[in-house]
């Protein structure tokens, strides 16, 4: 079992920056931020294998959001600058225990989801 709780969410103005963050009971092997727009579906943001390190980013995002981690602390964090209008959502982070070879913007991969934090990019 593993417990995600997530802040850091807000409320900021095109082109301002936000910092989430997202702090695991135990520690996990990758974990992926997703996020999901009113009548959108859930899509992957970006991704960190906690032992490995390895990165990936959406298109959408790439350039613009840093995904990282604090091992000691078991926590997640996501930097997200340049912010626009179309980034707003609930973003949620998501841990997989496994080796899974699904790919890590699948929803299925993910046993376990924090509660979600809300993000509001005005124009």
């Known amino acids: 079992q593993v417990q995600l709780v997530e802040s850091g969410g807000g409320s900021v103005q095109a082109g301002g920056s936000l910092r989430l963050s997202c702090t695991a009971s135990?520690?996990?092997?990758?974990m992926t931020w997703f996020r999901q727009a009113p009548g959108k579906e859930r899509e992957g943001v970006a991704s960190?294998?906690?032992?490995?390190?390895?990165?990936y980013y959406a298109d959408s995002v790439n350039g613009r959001f840093t995904i990282s981690q604090d091992n000691a602390k078991n926590t997640l964090y996501l930097q997200m600058s340049s912010l626009k209008p179309e980034d707003t959502a609930m973003y949620y982070c998501?841990?997989?225990?496994?080796?899974?070879?699904?790919?890590?913007?699948?929803?299925?991969?993910?046993?376990?989801w924090g509660q979600g934090t809300q993000v509001t990019v005005s124009s």
């Open positions: 960190i294998h906690t032992d490995t390190g390895s990165i």
């Open positions: 998501a841990a997989d225990l496994t080796f899974s070879t699904v790919p890590w913007g699948a929803l299925r991969r993910y046993n376990y």
């Open positions: 135990r520690i996990t092997n990758r």
